[in-house]
């Protein structure tokens, strides 16, 4: 079995910081993209940020500057600075990672976790 666990979300007023983190435990070979979504209520779920395995980013436009992705692949975590915070960042966070179980297959599948609540009061 493999999971992603996420944790650090909570409420914080605008203007204010959290740091998610995402842990893969589980029979895993390598981990290619590691990725944070979030999706509030009525909306679709969308991209916030990525980091390739080597290490690249890529964020969405909405939070560039105030959001840093940073991942520590001895410890299969991805995390997710989040500074700056605004009411418009009130989402459920998930992180998502392309994970390859074995050393004999080249097969990648999407795995999810959970999601964590953040909630930015006004």
């Known amino acids: 079995q493999v999971h992603l666990v996420e944790s650090g979300g909570g409420l914080v007023q605008a203007g204010g910081s959290l740091r998610l983190s995402c842990a893969a435990s589980?029979?895993?070979?390598?981990?290619?993209?590691m990725s944070w979504y979030r999706q509030a209520p009525g909306n679709q779920r969308e991209l916030v940020a990525s980091?390739?395995?080597?290490?690249?980013?890529n964020y969405a436009d909405s939070v560039k500057g105030r959001f840093t992705i940073s991942r520590d692949n001895a410890k299969n975590t991805v995390f997710l600075q989040m500074n700056s915070l605004k009411p418009e960042d009130t989402a459920v966070y998930h992180c998502?990672?392309?994970?390859?179980?074995?050393?004999?297959?080249?097969?990648?599948?999407?795995?999810w976790g959970q999601g964590t609540q953040v909630t930015v009061s006004s």
């Open positions: 998502a990672a392309r994970l390859r179980l074995y050393s004999w297959s080249f097969e990648a599948n999407l795995y």
């Open positions: 980091t390739t395995s080597g290490g690249s980013t």
């Open positions: 589980g029979s895993i070979f390598s981990i290619g993209a």
